[in-house]
């Protein structure tokens, strides 16, 4: 006979539920598409002993808009100029949401950044909802994060 620990779909893939965490850059570097050639900044962030890598592109110019307001680059963005070295040891929110494959594929959930909020709990945009008791209660305030 088998015995076995029985785990949840996260818990067997280790996936952060949905919801909104600190996070730290603990890498970013230039980066270049390999299918289109196009050029962003690929970070890695660590959510709670998590990586998550985040590609900030002109595709997705929100993204790169959030993550800036969120970190303090407001004003390297204004200028339209933003590089990996910028973005190295930056913290701040983000909001994760675990994506679900494709049917068909072979390929298995995974935790992705949708987007970057304030440190005050509201979302950059204004567009993303926020419930604040997403946040961890350990992290309630950003001066205790532990990085």
């Known amino acids: 006979m088998l015995e076995f620990q029985p785990k ?19 890498e970013a570097a230039p980066h270049t598409s390999q299918t289109t050639g196009n050029q962003s900044i690929k970070l890695v962030l660590d959510i709670k002993g998590h990586e998550i890598k985040v590609y900030l592109s002109v595709n997705y110019l929100f993204l790169l808009k959030h993550f800036c307001d969120c970190v303090g680059l407001e004003d390297a963005y204004k200028q339209g100029k933003l590089s990996a070295d910028l973005c190295k040891n930056k913290s ?39 419930d604040k008791t997403t946040v961890p209660d350990e992290f309630d305030n950003m001066d205790d994060l532990p990085f």
């Open 92 to 130: 701040g929110l983000c909001k994760v949401i675990i994506e679900e494959p494709a049917p068909g594929t072979n390929f298995f959930p995974k935790n992705v950044v949708k987007d970057f909020v304030k440190s005050d709990g509201e979302a950059v945009s204004g567009k993303v909802a926020v």
């Open 8 to 26: 949840t779909e996260n818990e067997l893939f280790d996936l952060l539920v949905d919801g909104v965490y600190p996070f730290k850059v603990v």
